[in-house]
């Protein structure tokens, strides 16, 4: 790896940490809170691409083995052992569901950058997130995956709209 794509995959992953550091806001009806640390994983799926954005995010779970970088001051095993393990895993496979898109789909026009991202990091996530939130809760499936969304799309989508944004100006401004 250059210097330069070191010195980004460590800044995305750092921005990941920071993220986390913000408080969770919980809400009363699924047991699973609204975080920002979302925002940074479409940033990171955006910036780096496929295979530093997957390093990027498996060195924030390697950091959360010694440090709290999840919501609420939280460590890896402790997030991986929770309600919100599968949001965390799904959060893993973002940046090669957005590369495998960006090569079904190559226009960089910006509705479709952002149909991508809200597939990649939030379609894909609130659903297997909230697959594996009934499992875990012992609800039926279809409640898992309807709480999840309702809870988690609005905003969410708002995340991939400002990642869309955000990314684009700043690649447009590093170039
Ligand atoms: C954790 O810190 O344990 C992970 C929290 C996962 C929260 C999920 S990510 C997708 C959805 N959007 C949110 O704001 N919260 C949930």
């Known amino acids: 790896m250059k210097t330069k794509s070191i010195a980004m995959t460590a800044l995305m992953t750092a921005l990941l940490v920071i993220l986390g550091l913000l408080p969770p806001i919980p809400l009363g009806f699924i047991p699973v809170p609204i975080v920002l640390q979302n925002l940074g994983v ?3 799926a955006l910036f780096l691409g496929g295979k ?3 390093l990027s995010m498996i060195l924030l779970l390697v950091l959360g083995l ?6 609420g001051g939280r460590m890896t095993p402790d997030a991986l052992a929770g309600q919100s393990a599968g949001y965390v895993l ?6 090669s569901a957005l590369a495998l898109l960006n090569r079904l789909m190559p226009s960089s ?3 479709l950058r ?3 991202i809200w597939l990649a990091g939030v379609l894909l996530v609130d659903v297997l997130g909230g697959v594996y939130l009934a499992w875990f809760t012992k609800q039926s499936l279809l409640q898992g ?3 999840s969304n309702l809870a988690f799309l609005p905003l969410d989508t708002i995340k991939a709209f400002l990642a869309t944004y955000l990314a684009g100006y700043l690649k447009k ?3």
């Open 173 to 175: 401004r590093l170039k």
């Open 52 to 54: 530093r954005g997957t």
């Open 66 to 71: 010694f440090l709290p970088v999840f919501s």
């Open 114 to 116: 952002f149909l991508k």
């Open 90 to 95: 799904v959060w893993v496979l973002v940046p």
């Open 42 to 44: 479409m940033l990171v």
């Open 109 to 111: 026009h910006f509705v």
């Open 145 to 147: 995956i309807v709480l």
